[in-house]
């Protein structure tokens, strides 16, 4: 069996940057290659590798790509395999980074001639299809996180490796679950542990909770507006709402527009399409500032970016209604330390337009994740009975990582940033 190896760039005990350099043979892959956002900061990189012949890119998400353009800028024009959709969302996201960028005076070392680059260098692959790379056999498998990730199974001399990106195990609104069932067998896994000793709470309840807000808020006269992230989290929220009987109008701004009709398009990579295309039908696309000031002068539903409140249309809605108590902000994701969603939770006010303000509205916290959970990660482990373990991609994966080897036996290990780990 041929020696493999697998260096921790960037996303190991963090969730963040994700980039890991896997050899084998002659030749060096990247596993993602991500940037990682912090508020009010300067974003982070992973450093640039001296060689490297691919990159399987699992899914669109900034802090899974948003550094591939900084490889072009350094001569690596290298392919970047992912499924057609990947590339889609990609563009949207690389381009928007550099615009959050000028605005914020942040220097990410790319501009708009490098995102055209990487998106030349993307070549598109099929879920269960092989491919190879050097002198790895590449599988990509769908992972059930949003539309087009994927796990990336690779083999090489007798070894195999599966990494799991981003992933779920359980179906959603827009998603099928990941399809484990496709995977082979499995000597080293790396995966995800974001949500690793949590579980989330039950899906259908959370929905009803979603329609109860909604409704509760245009009964008494007030504005509902509910923050997510532009890929997958808005159109999510609106299949949920039309699930559970609601049948007013929503209307859908910021960069989840454009997602959509991404998504729509490529209606073959969601769960179900028809379900997909009736819900798009009860969306109303934001177009412009007259259609975004008639919304907030009766009672309506704003589904809206950004999810952490960072920035976006979010604020503007928030800013004409926040004095507003019978108005609601629904926050349907985990809200990162610093962002001003964890300082309105917490708090009780947040920056709006660089001026600090008390928010009158009610505040409520949803749980709508696209990652897997504790059980799930579970799951997939004892059903493919890994001989190694590597946890990244995590805050507690260090910790998860113990867990497994001293309570359950594994070899299970979670690297160093800049570590290299031989298989």
Not at 22 to 36: C, F, I, P, Q
Not at 270 to 289: E, F, G, M
């Amino acid at each position: 069996m041929g020696k493999i190896s697998v260096t921790a760039l960037g996303g190991t005990r963090e969730v963040g940057k994700s980039a890991l350099l896997l050899e084998a043979g002659g030749t060096r892959v990247l596993l993602d290659y991500g940037m990682k956002l912090i508020p009010k900061e300067h974003p982070e990189f992973p450093p640039i590798p001296e060689k490297v012949d691919a990159v399987l890119l699992t899914h669109a998400h900034l802090d899974h790509s948003g550094s591939l353009p900084r490889l072009v800028s350094h001569g690596h024009d290298v392919p970047i395999y992912g499924i057609d959709i990947t590339r889609e969302y990609s563009e949207l996201l690389l381009y928007d980074a550099i615009k959050v960028a000028k605005l914020k005076g942040h220097h990410i070392g790319y501009g708009p001639k490098e995102v055209r680059r990487t998106l030349n260098n993307f070549r598109p692959v099929e879920f269960n299809v092989p491919f190879r790379v050097g002198d790895l056999e590449v599988t990509a498998i769908n992972a059930g996180h949003i539309p087009g990730s994927a796990m990336f199974h690779m083999k090489y001399d007798g070894t195999s490796v599966l990494y799991t990106g981003d992933f779920n195990t359980v179906p959603s609104r827009l998603m099928p679950p990941a399809s484990i069932d496709d995977i082979p067998p499995v000597d080293i896994l790396i995966t995800e542990s974001t949500y690793a000793r949590k579980e989330h709470p039950p899906r259908a309840k959370q929905e009803f909770l979603l329609k109860e807000i909604v409704i509760e808020t245009l009964k008494s006269g007030g504005t509902a507006i509910v923050a997510g992230f532009a890929i997958g989290r808005l159109l999510e929220v609106a299949m949920a709402l039309r699930a559970r009987g609601f049948k007013g109008k929503l209307f859908l701004d910021g960069m989840a527009r454009k997602s959509t009709e991404i998504t729509e398009y490529f209606s073959n990579r969601v769960r179900d399409a028809d379900d997909l295309k009736l819900a798009v039908r009860t969306i109303t696309s934001v177009r412009n500032w007259h259609m975004r000031k008639k919304i907030t002068k009766r009672p309506n539903v704003v589904l809206t970016t950004s999810g952490m409140l960072e920035g976006g249309p979010v604020h503007y809605y928030m800013k004409e209604r926040k004095e507003d108590e019978n108005s609601t902000i629904t926050l349907t994701g985990y809200q990162v330390d610093g962002t001003e969603g964890r300082r309105l939770i917490e708090e009780g006010k947040m920056e709006i337009e660089g001026e600090e303000t008390w928010v009158m509205m009610k505040v409520n916290q949803l749980n709508f994740s696209a990652h897997v959970s504790r059980s799930g990660i579970l799951k997939l482990i004892r059903e493919l009975k890994p001989e190694s373990i590597m946890v990244v991609h995590g805050e507690e994966s260090e910790e998860f990582a113990n867990e497994l080897e001293d309570k359950m036996g594994m070899a299970a290990f979670s690297p160093e940033l800049g570590e290299e780990i031989i298989f």
